[in-house]
């Protein structure tokens, strides 16, 4: 079993400098543009369960790796 970790892309919070927590902040641009380079380096990785967190920044993350 192989298991890959990844962080949700950036957030105007993560520029600012300031905690998330459990606030449900979306990716900015940036954030979007970092979740597409992801997907591009894992396009050859078999990837049969795609976990994370509820919140916005991380389920867009997902969402677009998960993308073809």
Same mark, same amino acid.
């Given at each position: 079993m192989k298991i890959?970790? *990844? +962080?949700?892309?950036?957030?105007?919070?993560n520029v600012?400098?300031?905690m998330q927590g459990r606030m449900?902040?979306?990716l900015n641009d940036r954030g979007i543009d970092q979740a597409y380079e *992801? +997907?591009?380096k894992l396009k050859g990785e078999n990837i049969?369960?795609?976990i994370c967190s509820p919140l916005k920044r991380?389920?867009?993350t997902a969402e677009i790796i998960n993308t073809n």
């Open positions: 890959i970790v *990844t +962080r949700h892309g950036e957030t105007n919070w600012q400098k300031r449900d902040i979306e *992801t +997907r591009e049969d369960l795609i991380a389920k867009q």
